[in-house]
């Protein structure tokens, strides 16, 4: 069984102190909001979570769900969790209050998100996919929609789910195929939709689908895509679910990991076809579903971030218990004494805690965009825009290196089941691919985000860095951080200038221009926590062995992580001429 | 009926207790506080009570340093109506707690209030017996069942042979057990309501009460560090052991 305890000091260094939360909530005359009244509410999720949540991740890996007679059946416990979830209010944190929401910042739904996640990331994915329903009607739907779906949605007793791909019709949504035809006030849906998230289960009254599909009219591409609400149930005339719809699961994806949340094939209109009702404007349903997508994304950052505490906390646990060798006057060694041991503890740390700064960096910009005005909003905008692909791809990507050193910390015993952390290794292995592959992220990143814009918003946090680089002047012993992080400013300058003099190549670099503005923009916050860190101290406020910890991460992070960005931009500079030198058959050409 | 409820904050359960390298005391500095777990009981027990009916208002009271408000604060995200915080910086002995608990009773006259048996901190179990003794109420204590019936409470208490159970008249003070209720967590709606529910703050000087050192805390001394075992030839080497190097035979 792998432990899971909330860091609950850390995620109040990173609100209280890196993000200044409390002076926002001054600003903005929040009522009684603040980091003081964040850590009561994450302490209380974070009870929930141990008690409902932790335990019951294992049992989803062992117990996948099952289609019994057409329906999907959940692990066992899932349910009853679910339903203490949703009778504790949790779903409804940052919604609207218009619709029983409570109204919450997003900074707190991404630090509860980061304890659901950590907690339990098959399950955890059910509500998140709900949120992103959510967003979808609250934005493009209809006053009737909003009216009928929205306030079951936010309250968790109908869950959602978004129906996007099709066989062939993947990161190319352009190819989708599910029809959808006018009749009688709604519409008939006729498709089937793979790869949907918990797209049938027992844990809720009914199930709310966000289907894509196209009208007999629609233009080609992707500008003939519609969104519509299908939901499980028909509503009856007082708005409770009634009559079956037409839409039921044909099979279950047998995965490698996230056993416990069920990924359906989902067909619809087998029979009379499945009713549904248009969300917004005919055809424009992929700009709908693109105007969620900032959230989705950084909702699955917020999972690598998730899954990597967890996956620490069972390694630290087990290198601090696990006795191996002896010293020279003959005493037992547990391994966290060794020193690559530490190395491996610290780059899960270090890079946790990295990704951490970043994910609530990114979701604080959400309120302080909420909070602006007309003319603020759009630069604010644009600032989560660029950083968006940074969060997911950077983030999973990083995930994948961290849970895996977890388990190099257990040795053989973490390849063994048992241990939960193969679990872990296994469930994290989708992030990169979901919601937009790391290739989509970097290339999203490069094009849209850097070169349409002539590198407008990368040059401001460019400026961002070098201001801290600066602050650092002041900080004692602080030298090798700033140098460190100067150093790697420059790599992202001369990525930007070989990026401007060679667009052409960006698919070629994008992966490598990723990861290199996702190890510099981790650096600098955590740069910027160890400037918190040292104000702390000198205040002589806090928990100073917590706080001179941190400044040895961030110390640490600058060694070991921040100096890839020397990598990154030697490959960006090598550019395309070896990726694309190679024809189709010298792939083949050690074979045949 | 309104009911009194007694809140501590103590170092959380989960907490690997370190002693004071000068054996002063623990070391509380930076640790996790919360709830002590007999008061959560306590708290739920009031708030079931009002759930049935019984009970109209619950008012929740700690003793303690300014921070003891987030305990409270999360008694009324548990469901308690208000809160009385006596605040101080010096360290409260039992008596102390009872004396200053007492003037609180006779401010806000409870016909019943709830403690928990203990804390887990100092493992005292004694403030309850010392309100009762100090007040004149009838006291219930290790409490596994509390049923109200007019004027009368009957406490089932967990004692040594198995369960007795006791006809109090009210008002009552009753010390809660383990087995009394499951707490249940602080919903989120009501974490938000909770922000509103007026918090009032006092100290002993208003309540009149001189705060006095009776018991002097001479040392706190880690249990001793677990050696490892020898493996014995035959019982008779191990009655041997038993008996001249455990002592315990």
Known sequence: MSVYQHPYKDVDFVIRHL??????????????????????????????????????????????????????????????????????????????????????????SVAANEIWQSANMAFALCPMLGQSAIAALENHGSEQLKAQYLEKLISGQWTGTMNLTESAAGTDLAAIKTRAVADEGHYKIFGQKIFITWGDHQMAENIVHLVLARLPDAPAGVKGISLFVVPKYLLDESGNPGIENDVRCLSLEHKMGIHGSPTCVMSYGDNEGAIGYLVGEPHCGLRYMFSMMNHARQGVGVQGLGISERAFQGALEYAAQRVQGSDKS?????????????????????????????????????????????????????????????????????????VSLAMQVYGGAGYIEEAGVAQHVRDARILPIYE?????????LTL??????????????????????DELDSLDGAGDLQSALSSALDDARAALVWLAKNPQQADSIAANNLQLWGYLLGGWLMAKSSIAAQQQLDQGAGDSEYLNAKKVTCQFYSEHFLVRTKACIASIEAGSDAIMSLSEQQFFSHVN | M?????????????????????????DLSNVKMAMNPFCE????????????????????????????????????????????LVETEQELESLNVAKLLAKIIEEEQPGMVILGKQAIDTDNNQTGQMLAALTGMAQGTFASKIEVQGDKALVTREVDGGLQTIELSMPIIATTDLRLNEPRYASLPNIMKAKRKPLVVKTPEELGVSIKEHTKLIAVTPPPERKGGIKVANVAELVEKLKNEAKVI
């Open chain 1, 19 to 108: 993000l200044e939360f409390d002076a926002f909530c001054q600003d903005k005359g929040l009522d009684e909001v603040n980091a003081d009244f964040a850590n009561v509410v994450l302490s209380e999720a974070a009870k929930f979570a141990a008690k409902n949540l932790v335990e019951q991740n294992q049992q989803g890996d062992i117990h996948p769900a099952k289609l019994v007679d057409g329906k999907v059946v959940e692990t066992p416990g899932f349910g009853e969790a679910y339903r203490n979830f949703v009778e504790q209010g949790w779903p409804s944190l940052s919604a609207a209050e218009e619709f029983g929401g409570q109204g919450l910042p997003n900074l707190l």
């Open chain 1, 330 to 402: 003959g005493n037992s060694i547990r391994i966290i004494q060794f020193g690559d041991v530490r190395r491996m503890l610290l780059m899960m740390k270090s890079g946790t805690e990295a990704i951490r700064a970043l994910c609530y960096f990114t979701g604080f910009e959400d309120d302080k965009k909420a909070a602006a005005t007309s003319e603020q909003q759009p630069a604010i905008a644009a600032k989560v825009a660029f950083l968006t692909p940074i969060v997911k791809g950077w983030s999973t990507e990083l995930a994948q290196e961290l």
């Open chain 1, 436 to 444: 937009g592959t790391t290739g989509i992220q970097a290339l999203d």
């Open chain 2, 2 to 26: 309104k009911v009194l409820v007694t809140v501590k904050r103590v170092i959380d359960y989960n907490v690997k207790v370190r002693v004071k390298s000068d054996n002063s005391g623990v």
């Open chain 1, 448 to 469: 849209r985000k850097t070169l349409f814009d002539k590198a407008a918003q990368a040059t401001l946090f460019i400026e961002d860095v070098q201001r801290t680089v």
């Open chain 2, 41 to 84: 009981i306590a708290v739920e027990e009031a708030i079931r009570l009002k759930e049935a009916g019984i009970a109209t208002e619950v008012v929740v009271v700690s003793l303690g340093v300014k921070a003891c408000q987030e305990q409270l604060r999360t008694a009324l995200a548990l469901g308690a109506d208000r809160a009385i």
